[in-house]
């Protein structure tokens, strides 16, 4: 069935460090793809997305390519800050599917 | 503009006893939708409504579980009797039209713990 496959966490880096969490997918089709991203006591919000093959999305400093053939999505930052600690979730949502399919998340830790 | 907002923030309750969740969605969203978070995972959906009908509630325990969206505005999201295994963090979020392509906007969840 669909699914997302995240890195497993948890990552911890020093400040401006280089970020890679790794998000490959299941579907079949065009599906549009997101990190959300969900900070320490707060609700989930979305980092940035992407809805078509070869697009990137960007925000924060974090960008993600949407690699329709290694049905990928992985997120990268160049210079990570302490600010940007949280747990990050890649999710899906497939053409005729309304639902949001979620990674497992993964913990960034960024130590000064 | 006001975010989803969701009450209560906590809630501890035994098991067997039930228990309602509140979610008032962005105004104007059209589509609104209830996750189920476990520690540890990502939220899993548990339905979602159009206005007021529902489109998808395929993984929602209906023996248990139970779901409204009266006047395709605010919704309640209802347990009973709840079981250990629904300790978790409860997800409203809401979009404009439900599109795939659209961003979902999430509320602050409501934490359970079952006891």
């Known amino acids: 069935g669909d699914s997302v496959t995240q890195m497993e966490g948890p990552v911890t880096l020093s400040e401006e460090a280089f970020l890679t969490i790794n998000c490959t997918y299941t579907a079949t089709g065009y599906p549009s793809l997101f990190w959300y991203v969900q900070y320490p006591g707060e609700g989930l919000q979305l980092l940035l997305k992407?809805?078509?093959?070869?697009d990137k999305g960007s925000n924060k400093g974090f960008e993600a390519t949407y690699r329709k053939e290694t049905t990928s999505f992985h997120l990268e930052k160049g210079s990570v800050q302490v600010s940007d600690s949280a747990v990050y979730f890649c999710?899906?949502?497939?053409?005729?599917?309304?639902?949001?399919?979620f990674g497992k998340g993964t913990k960034l830790s960024v130590i000064p | 503009e006001a975010g989803v907002a969701q009450s209560p923030r906590y809630k501890i309750i035994e098991k067997r006893q039930s228990v309602a969740f509140w979610c008032n969605p962005i105004?104007?969203?059209?589509?609104l939708y209830w996750y189920q978070q476990i520690l540890g995972q990502g939220p899993k959906l548990l339905i979602q409504?159009?206005?007021?009908?529902?489109?998808?509630d395929s993984q929602l325990p209906k023996d248990r579980f139970s779901a409204e969206r009266l006047k395709g505005v605010d919704s309640t999201l209802k347990i009973q009797p709840a079981k250990l295994e629904d300790s978790a963090v409860y997800l409203c979020?809401?979009?404009?039209?439900?599109?795939?392509?659209?961003?979902?906007?999430f509320g602050p969840g409501t934490r359970l713990l079952v006891l």
């Open positions: 979020a809401s979009s404009h039209s439900g599109s795939h392509q659209e961003t979902q906007y």
């Open positions: 409504f159009q206005n007021n009908g529902v489109v998808d």
């Open positions: 105004s104007g969203h059209a589509t």
């Open positions: 992407a809805t078509k093959a070869d």
């Open positions: 999710a899906y949502s497939g053409a005729g599917s309304y639902q949001l399919t």
